[in-house]
């Protein structure tokens, strides 16, 4: 198992941009991948964006692509989600999760057993 800690949420106004980490414990972390995901008040789980263990590879929810960034850096054991162009429809409990068993990504749940505490964006219109 690994544990995963989520930080830089916060409240920011529509259009503005926002970084969240995802800080892991253990030294095998950079042999995982790790997805964001994120749920809104009422709402299913959903996907945001993954990145293979060597960052080499990324993907993200179309509704997602060209607004945030997934990297890593694995000399910190840290994941990172930069978001520009916020709206208020991506107000929501930001996740992060990996799995030792996953080094390639995926955008199902399921694909992750490890997950972290989450940490709230709210964006303001």
């Known amino acids: 198992q690994v544990q995963l800690v989520e930080s830089g949420g916060g409240l920011v106004q529509a259009g503005g941009s926002l970084r969240l980490s995802c800080a892991a414990s253990?030294?095998?972390?950079?042999?995982?991948?790790v997805g964001w995901f994120r749920q809104a008040l009422g709402k299913e789980r959903e996907f945001v964006a993954a990145i293979s263990w060597t960052g080499g590879s990324t993907h993200y929810a179309d509704s997602m692509k060209g607004r945030f960034t997934i990297s890593r850096d694995n000399a910190k054991n840290t994941v990172y989600l930069e978001m520009i162009s916020l709206k208020p429809e991506d107000t929501a409990v930001y996740y992060c999760?990996?799995?030792?068993?996953?080094?390639?990504?995926?955008?199902?749940?399921?694909?992750?057993?490890?997950w972290g505490q989450g940490t709230q964006v709210t964006v303001s219109s």
């Open positions: 253990g030294r095998t972390f950079n042999r995982y991948a």
């Open positions: 999760a990996a799995d030792p068993s996953n080094r390639y990504g995926g955008s199902r749940s399921t694909d992750y057993g490890s």
